[in-house]
């Protein structure tokens, strides 16, 4: 495996590769790698004869109160995790490298941006659309995949693509879980104690909406209360939001009448976590 920091080392190779016919795929990630991880390195394995994984913490998708500093990183873990799955490249840029001193313009969507996830983090998703161009910019994928654990995040990169003409296909990966339902996040490393237990209320609170769906329940004012009487048993889970949307349009909907997903963000202790689940009919678990 190679180890790659500059964007032009980075570009050179994605250049000699293109030349010999090879096609690329990449798998954007901020490190301190998990199953959900490795799950979208293989899916990416079968799609492309290259395979690059970009690891960086991408200071531009933090605001200045949020956990930048202290989110978790274990780079030799990484790259050993890396080389198992035979990923090809390892592009790990520091900082000043993918943001040179003065660095000015960004890439940024104006309606389902400003919702949900960035609503409460603002100038999270203009940090998480520059970054990606960038990577995109220096890597050449032909593929990159991405979790649909962030499906607001997944939904706004299809846009990118399609409003900015990037020739890259987007994949996307089904959520990885622990055995009891958690979604797999690297910022579980913060759930001490009892919080690990709580944080259960995400996939619970989603098994039930989807439960009741599945029961003919439409109303989607009744599904989100559903969910918000889980998250409210659990006595330090605080709601940031809880909706349910179209899938196509990413627009909060009344009634479940077309495939949808239901979302929410939920504070346990000091630790912000997301989940989503589908909502529609044939859904798998
Ligand atoms: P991150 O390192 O958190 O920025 O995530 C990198 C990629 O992994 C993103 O495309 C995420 O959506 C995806 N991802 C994160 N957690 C999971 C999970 N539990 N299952 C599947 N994909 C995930």
């Known amino acids: ?10 570009q ?11 096609r690329i795929a990449l798998v954007p990630t901020m490190g301190y790698l998990h199953e ?12 492309a004869d290259q395979l690059v994984v970009s690891l960086f913490v991408n200071p531009t998708q933090f605001a200045p ?14 790259a050993a995790l890396c080389e198992a799955e035979n990923v090809d490249v390892l592009f790990q840029p520091p900082v000043d490298e993918m943001y040179a001193p003065g660095h000015a313009v960004y890439v940024d969507e ?13 100038g999270h998703f203009r940090g998480v659309l520059t970054v990606v161009a960038k990577l995109f910019l220096a890597v050449h994928p032909d593929v990159a995949v991405f979790g649909r654990k962030d499906a607001q995040q997944l939904w706004l990169l299809q846009k990118m693509v399609r409003d900015l003409n990037f020739p890259v296909a987007i994949a996307a990966g089904p959520t990885v879980r622990e055995p009891d339902g958690l979604a797999l996040s690297s910022r579980n490393a913060y759930l001490e104690g009892a919080l690990r237990e709580q944080a259960l209320c995400l996939s619970r609170a989603l098994r039930e909406a989807r439960r009741r769906f ?8 009744l599904l989100r209360g559903a969910m918000l ?3 409210s048993a659990a006595p330090d889970a605080r709601m940031d939001y809880i909706e349910i949307v179209d899938a196509e349009t990413f627009a909060p909907v009344a009634v479940v009448n077309r495939p949808a997903l239901a979302l929410l963000a939920v504070r346990v202790g000091g630790t912000r ?9 044939g859904a798998a678990s």
Do not use: C
């Not at 050179?12 to 090879?22: C, D, E, H, L």
């Not at 599945?214 to 004012?221: L, P």
């Open 1 to 10: 495996m190679l180890t790659i920091k500059t964007i032009a080392e980075m």
């Open 12 to 22: 050179a190779w994605a250049g000699a590769s293109q030349r010999q016919g090879r």
């Open 36 to 47: 959900g991880h490795l799950s979208l390195i293989r899916l990416a394995r079968e799609r």
């Open 65 to 78: 109160n949020e956990d930048f500093d202290r989110y978790p990183r274990d780079e030799a873990r990484d």
């Open 110 to 122: 104006d309606g389902v941006a400003r919702t949900l996830e960035g609503a409460h983090r603002p």
């Open 214 to 221: 599945q029961e003919g329940e439409r109303n989607a004012y």
């Open 229 to 231: 009487d889980i998250i």
């Open 273 to 281: 976590l997301i989940d989503n689940m589908e909502l529609s009919e």
